[in-house]
């Protein structure tokens, strides 16, 4: 069973920058692919961006590549999203999810995860 808490969210002018954090409980987190995902409102849940449990995998939905850094930090039990240059279409609340890996992978759909945190509201105004 693993535990994820995100924060970091909040309100942000359009170009501006902020960066979630999602901390997982347990001792095996290094064992575990993270994802970032996005839901607007009225909108369905979507991808966002995938790091595999080496950090060697790396993947974002076209509409934030370039824009936002996934990065993890395996001592902490921590998943972080960078997220750069912030437009109001970024507005969602974000959830971290993480599922166990036995291969170096990133899943990019939400039902590959297992486990997900309650999300944090970010809002990006014009």
């Known amino acids: 069973q693993v535990q994820l808490v995100e924060s970091g969210g909040g309100l942000v002018q359009a170009g501006g920058s902020l960066r979630l954090a999602c901390t997982a409980s347990?001792?095996?987190?290094?064992?575990?692919?993270m994802g970032w995902f996005r839901q607007a409102p009225a909108k369905e849940r979507e991808f966002a961006a995938a790091i595999s449990w080496s950090g060697n995998k790396i993947y974002y939905v076209n509409s934030v590549e370039g824009r936002f850094t996934i990065s993890r930090d395996n001592a902490k039990n921590t998943v972080y999203l960078q997220m750069n240059s912030l437009k109001p279409e970024d507005t969602a609340v974000y959830y971290c999810a993480a599922q166990r890996s036995y291969s170096d992978y990133a899943p990019t759909r939400a039902f590959e995860y297992a486990y997900w945190g309650q999300g944090t509201q970010v809002t990006v105004s014009s």
């Open positions: 347990g001792r095996t987190f290094s064992t575990y692919a």
